[in-house]
């Protein structure tokens, strides 16, 4: 597993690099009225998953990364979500909700196709009849990790206490619909860059939705931004809702 997601040190200033979420306020917005049950896949640090038990629901929230769980447990003061080291799968068969999320660019870890089937049959399994699985992968159309470069450096993230974190990236290598890149990340208190290498998986949308209809769930919409604009070549995101049948 990546660094970023495993190291104590870049755990805990994920919050501070990924602060502005305009992603959030889309998926909120998608919500059923509540009370309703929401499952949170790859859930991180937990952000969102507190801000949605916080406006009533019921939330589980689910990621592989033992460190990204803890980090989100220790937000979490008032044990307000069920909180899952793991995957859907190792969610007990008989828990249903009427939404599941999946944000972050999660989805675009998972880097076999048969990790994907797994997915989407693991999330049909525990969706309500007539339920919604919202997630979003990068449009590959657009090719983002262009400037995922060095010359695109973002200014250092503010950490508080006068410390801060610059992120540098680099391109390692794309191969076919993968890209691999590395992340060195340098702490103004620290001369030791730490450095997380990633690879992330870039589908097309026609792709996704054959591996979403073999797993028994229906494409619903596809937007290309967080204003609901339809997909277009040029579009950042590939916004998507899948259901299960009502
Ligand atoms: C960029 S973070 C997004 C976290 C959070 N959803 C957010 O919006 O900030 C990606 C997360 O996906 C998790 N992840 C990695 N592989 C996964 C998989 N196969 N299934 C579910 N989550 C995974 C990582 O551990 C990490 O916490």
Request: hydrophobic share 40%; glycine share 6%.
């Amino acid at each position: 597993m990546d660094a970023l997601y495993q190291d104590r040190k870049l755990v805990d200033v994920y919050d501070a690099i990924n602060s502005s979420r305009e992603d959030f306020d889309f998926y909120i917005s998608e919500l059923p009225v509540p009370p309703a049950t929401v499952l949170d896949i790859g859930c991180g640090t937990g952000t969102l998953a507190l801000d949605i038990a916080n406006r009533g629901y019921e939330v589980t929230a689910v990621d592989p990364a033992y460190q990204m769980i803890a980090r989100a447990m220790q937000k979490d003061t008032s044990q307000t979500v069920t909180w899952v080291t793991g995957f859907v799968s190792d969610l007990a068969n008989n828990l249903t909700f009427d939404v599941a999320i999946m944000t972050g660019h999660a989805f675009q870890c998972l880097l076999e196709n048969a990790q994907i089937s797994a997915l989407f049959e693991a999330v049909e399994k525990r969706l309500r009849r007539g339920g919604s699985f919202w997630f979003e992968t990068r449009n590959p159309a657009s090719r983002p990790w262009l400037r995922w470069t060095p010359e695109y450096t973002a200014p250092p993230f503010d950490l508080g206490g006068g410390r801060t974190v610059e992120v540098v990236h680099q391109i390692l290598r794309v191969n076919d619909d993968c890209v691999t890149f590395e992340e060195r990340y340098n702490f103004s208190d620290d001369n030791k860059a730490l450095i997380s290498r990633s690879t992330l998986r870039f589908l097309e949308l026609r792709e996704i939705e054959a591996l979403a209809v073999k797993s028994g769930l229906i494409h619903s919409q596809t937007f290309g931004n967080w204003s609901r604009e339809p997909l277009m070549d040029d579009s950042p995101e590939i916004i998507i809702r899948l259901m299960k049948a009502a």
